[in-house]
């Protein structure tokens, strides 16, 4: 089973600053077919998670160019150019290139 | 959208189904999963389902207790529960992911995340 790692756990910002979440996994999640099978989701709080970004670094449809995500085979991160105050919630990455899925343990992300 | 509901209280040792009841989209062109969250906690994997019900996996930690399975005339999959432990107590959510030819024809990719879930129903064992 593929270990999905985060950090930070937990990450304070400040509106209109740059955030980063790193991801890492035990193993490459580069498929044969070129594309990285990483996941990132967003749950908001008191909300069910959504999609951000599919194949390591495609935005999901109607999530807003501030995210983006970039890396490949073991190495992933998410930035978020310009927080805004909605943004808090718990950023989870995971992993589909292999049975069983497996999330990250999440990052937390809320307003200094 | 996607609506959950059979959650509950349940002894251990007891069994319990999920029903996830989808609508605005048509069901057989879409993988369906499991993820369940214990309250404060993490996302967990728990299994997942073909559009056309061949390909079945389930997570470890529920195999022989649990099964999914899906009706595509009733836009509904389910998660039949038996053997409940503590440990399965946790709000599950229902979620789509579209087949790798779905994906290929809206996005040129063989793969689209998860992008639709649903509110959650919770389980309690105890």
């Known amino acids: 089973e593929i270990v999905m790692t985060q950090s930070p756990l937990s990450l304070p910002v400040t509106p209109g600053e740059a955030a980063s979440i790193s991801c890492r996994s035990s193993?490459?999640?580069?498929?044969?077919?070129?594309?990285?099978?990483l996941d990132w989701y967003r749950q908001k709080p008191g909300q069910s998670p959504q999609l951000l970004i599919y194949l390591g670094s495609y935005r999901a449809s109607g999530v807003p160019d501030r995210f983006s995500g970039s890396g490949s085979g073991t190495d992933f991160t998410l930035k978020i150019s310009k927080v805004e105050a909605d943004d808090v919630g718990v950023y989870y990455c995971?992993?589909?290139?292999?049975?069983?899925?497996?999330f990250g343990p999440g990052t937390k992300v809320d307003i200094k | 959208q996607l609506v959950e509901s059979g959650g509950g209280l349940v002894q251990p040792g007891g069994s319990l189904r999920l029903s996830c009841e989808a609508s605005?989209?048509?069901?057989?062109?879409?993988?369906m999963n499991w993820v369940r969250q214990v309250p404060g906690k993490g996302l967990v994997w728990v299994a997942r389902i073909s559009g056309d019900g061949s390909t079945i996996n389930y997570a470890d930690s529920v195999k022989g207790r649990f099964t999914i399975s899906r009706d595509n005339s009733k836009n509904t999959v389910y998660l039949q529960m038996t053997s409940l432990r503590g440990e399965d107590t946790a709000i599950y959510y229902c979620?789509?992911?579209?087949?790798?030819?779905?994906?290929?024809?809206?996005?040129?990719?063989?793969?689209?995340?998860?992008?639709?879930w649903g509110q959650g129903t919770t389980v309690t064992v105890s």
């Open positions: 979620t789509k992911r579209m087949s790798p030819n779905l994906a290929l024809v809206l996005y040129d990719k063989y793969y689209y995340g998860m992008d639709l």
């Open positions: 193993q490459s999640l580069l498929h044969s077919n070129g594309y990285n099978y």
């Open positions: 995971m992993q589909a290139l292999q049975i069983p899925r497996v």
């Open positions: 605005g989209f048509t069901l057989n062109q879409y993988w």
